[in-house]
Every structure is written in structure tokens, then in C-alpha cells.
């Protein structure tokens, strides 16, 4: 008999975060060795609870949440969405403008599933959140990568966003605070990039989910505040900064120009409606997680968990020759460079593999966030600081006995 295959949609696309080397994570485990897991930003099983507030409010309002809402999500949820705008200054959002998604992951999806034709383009970020390659692949386009320079702290390299522009280019991808370089970025490159949107006629998806976690003296400046006559579609959620991943709830606003973009809202509508609506129990934390204590704060100054673990796992990179790390101002991870006259690396992920089979430790290889070469590799600083200093020292080990 025919073997069943999967759909030829499914060619170019990707997510190797949770990739074959989870897999033999996975395998390990059932044999029972223990992983220590650098992979993957899941906040709560290192022992960051959510704020109990949310929790009871969910807990109380769990009767109200057996029926379905409208497509777009919770009206109170909503509201306190644009109530939030109405903070950070985006101008001009309204209830209609704001979809509730399980994650902002599913509404990625549709937002690229609503836009695209067979062979647009969409600029993305190398590195990048690997599901806006795997979401723009999916739904029929094409990614385009555009560098972050790491000489410039990991700021978006404009020229060479301009060289990738066609007139396929439906879109450019802004992912701020930055996943998985941890680059927060200024006034002055937002305003390019919107500059560069709007006389490319350019939509602008804006990833902020870690628009809350900032650490030293950075500014997060939302994309929706600055790109006002430029449609401007955001991302936000509750997974990062209010420790909240297992609930999968997230939401989209959208900004700007939308009085050229009817049909694209009308696609959104649409497909929001083929899927009813999000999560409804998750929908009732949106509320309390944004007009409440914003607990958050507490762990990214000095002396609070997530700031002095980044620390923490920078002084120990700092120690192993050869290895350098741009030193995040946002977000929970290090993305750290590897001098390869220095290791002989050909293959990122064997590199990866081999690390976990022989020190029981997870990491995700660059080439995983679409980054070109096989010598970077990203670290989720979300343990303890001695299980992140011990885990970085035995890759330092690791890497001055090997060679491919
Ligand atoms: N965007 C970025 C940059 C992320 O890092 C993540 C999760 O790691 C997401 C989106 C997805 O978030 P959610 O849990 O809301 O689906």
C-alpha cells in the first residue's frame, strides 16, 4: 500500500526549537536520565508562578466560560486590550480592532494565512522566532530573511532590508524585544523601519510579546505608537511577562492605515470565525493580568530573579574562551556567538545533540532561528542561577573536546 504522506503545504516549514533534538530529550528522559532544558521560554516549571490574582480570577469566573464567544474573544478582555493601547499610545484602536488567539502563535498563523498569495514575500528577521518563517512558508509565501547585525547590537541592518525588497513584498516582520537575541530597540530604528514600510507600502507585523521584560535602561517603544498612517498589525499575550504559557492566550491589535485594509480584515474575520473563538477560560486573566499588580517588575531589576540570572549566565559564558554573547536588554535569552578558527563546527545541531548526550543538557542550535552559519546558540536563562552556571560551564567543557 501507498505510504501517507504529508501535505506538500508542509515543504518549508519548520520549528526546530521542538525539533529531533527534543525528541532524543524526550528519549532520555523515558530512560530516566535528567535534562536540564535550555530550550524553550516556558516560564512556569522554573518555578515562576503566575500572579496568584489571575488565577483566582480564572478559578471564579470558570462558570461564566462554557459557552463560546464571539469570535474575536471576551468583550471585557478586549476592552482592557485597548484600554492598554490606549497606555503605551497607539492611537486609534477600537473593540473591532483586537482578535484574542490561543497564544499569539495561532493568530501569527492566520494573520499570514489571510494575506498571502502563492509567492508574496515577507521580510523576516535572521535570526528569527522561527514560527514567522514556518507561518509565512505555510500559508503559501515566501520568507525573506533580512540580518540583525550582532556587531550593532543586533539592530535590524536596513540596507540589506532594502535589497530584499521586491514587488512581491507584502510585509516586514519586527520582533521587539527581540527573540532570541534579547535586543530592545531605539526610537530611531523603529522610525526608519516604519519609514521604510510606508514607502514600500509595507503592512508591519510587530511582535511584542516581551514588551515587558526589560532589564538595565532599556525603552520599549511600541511599533503602533510610531506607525500610524502604516498598517500596523501587533502580537501580545499573556505566556512571558505574566508567566502564563499553558493558558495559550494572546491577542492582535490592529493600528494604522486600516481604512486600506478592509478586504485583509474581512480574511482575519473570517478565519477567526472558522475556529469559533480562543480559549474563553484564558480569556478571563486578560483583565486582571493588565489592570493588576504587574508583578513582573519585581524580576527584572537588580536583584530580582530574571535580570540576576541573565547575569549570572553571562559571567559564565564570559569564562569560556571563544565564546561571546551581546548582552540582552530584553526578552529571557542569550544568544551567544561560538569562534569557529577557534572549534571545529560544521553541524550546529549535531553540536547540540552531542552536548546533550554527553552532559544531559538542552540548548537549540542557531541554525534553528533561520541564522545562516552553524556558531551561534540560544540559552534560556529562566533556571536558577547554579543550575545555569553549571550547565554553561560543562558547555564550556564540552566544546574544549570537541570537534567535528
Ligand atoms: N513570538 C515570540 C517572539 C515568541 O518568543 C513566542 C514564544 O516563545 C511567541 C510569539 C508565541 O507566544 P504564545 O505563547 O503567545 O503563542
Redesign the pocket.
Same mark, same amino acid.
Given at each position: 500500500m501507498n505510504p501517507i504522506k504529508k501535505s506538500d503545504k508542509l515543504n518549508g516549514v519548520c520549528y526546530d526549537i521542538r525539533g529531533p533534538v527534543l525528541e532524543h530529550a524526550y528519549r532520555l528522559e523515558e530512560e530516566g536520565h535528567r535534562i536540564l532544558k535550555l530550550n +524553550? *521560554?516556558n516560564p512556569a516549571p522554573f518555578g515562576f508562578a503566575a500572579p496568584d490574582e489571575i488565577i483566582q480570577d480564572v478559578i471564579y469566573n470558570l462558570p461564566n466560560a462554557e459557552g463560546y464567544t464571539a469570535s474575536k474573544g471576551l468583550f471585557a478582555a478586549r476592552k482592557a486590550i485597548m484600554q492598554e493601547c490606549q497606555r503605551i499610545q497607539v492611537p486609534g484602536v477600537d473593540i473591532e480592532d483586537i482578535f484574542l488567539g490561543? *497564544?499569539? $502563535?495561532?493568530l +501569527?498563523v492566520m494573520a499570514m494565512q489571510a494575506l498571502l498569495n502563492n509567492g508574496d514575500e515577507i521580510l523576516v528577521p535572521a535570526p528569527d522566532?522561527p #514560527?514567522w518563517t514556518a507561518a509565512v512558508n505555510l500559508a503559501g509565501g515566501k520568507a525573506r530573511h533580512y540580518l540583525c547585525d550582532e556587531q550593532s547590537d543586533w539592530f535590524p541592518d536596513l540596507a540589506d532590508i532594502e535589497s530584499k525588497i521586491t514587488d512581491k513584498t507584502r510585509g516586514i516582520v519586527v520582533?521587539n524585544p527581540n527573540?532570541p537575541t534579547g535586543s530592545v530597540y531605539s526610537q530611531d530604528l523603529l522610525e526608519s523601519l516604519v519609514e521604510l514600510a510606508r514607502r514600500h507600502n509595507l503592512i508591519i507585523f510587530a511582535?511584542e510579546?516581551?514588551s515587558k521584560i526589560l532589564y538595565d535602561d532599556a525603552e520599549f517603544i511600541p511599533m503602533g505608537k510610531l506607525a500610524q498612517d502604516v498598517l500596523c498589525v501587533t502580537?501580545n *499575550? #499573556? $505566556?512571558?511577562a505574566y508567566r502564563l504559557?499553558g493558558f495559550? $492566550? *494572546?491577542w492582535m491589535v490592529i493600528s494604522g492605515a486600516k481604512h486600506r485594509a478592509r478586504s485583509y480584515i474581512e480574511g482575519l474575520e473570517m478565519l477567526a470565525s472558522m475556529r469559533l473563538c480562543a480559549n474563553v477560560p484564558a480569556m478571563y486573566a486578560v483583565q486582571t493580568a493588565l489592570g493588576g499588580y504587574q508583578s513582573i517588575n519585581e524580576l527584572i531589576v537588580p536583584g530580582g530573579r530574571l535580570r540576576d540570572q541573565r547575569d549570572a549566565a553571562l559571567k559564565a559564558l564570559a569564562d569560556i574562551p571563544g565564546v561571546s554573547c551581546v548582552k540582552p536588554r530584553g526578552?529571557m535569552y542569550l544568544f551567544p556567538k561560538i569562534d569557529l578558527n577557534r572549534y571545529k563546527i560544521k553541524d550546529d545541531q549535531q553540536m547540540v545533540l552531542d552536548f546533550l548526550i554527553q552532559e544531559k543538557v538542552l540548548l537549540v542550535q542557531g541554525t534553528a532561528f533561520n541564522w545562516p552559519n552553524s556558531d551561534h546558540f540560544r540559552i534560556v536563562f529562566l533556571p536558577r542561577e547554579d543550575d545555569l552556571t553549571k550547565a554553561i560551564n560543562r558547555f564550556g567543557d564540552f566544546l574544549s573536546r570537541y570537534s567535528q
Open positions: +524553550i *521560554g490561543n *497564544g499569539a $502563535s495561532e +501569527i522566532y #514560527l520582533i527573540n511582535d510579546i516581551y502580537f *499575550g #499573556l $505566556s512571558k504559557a495559550r $492566550s *494572546g526578552a
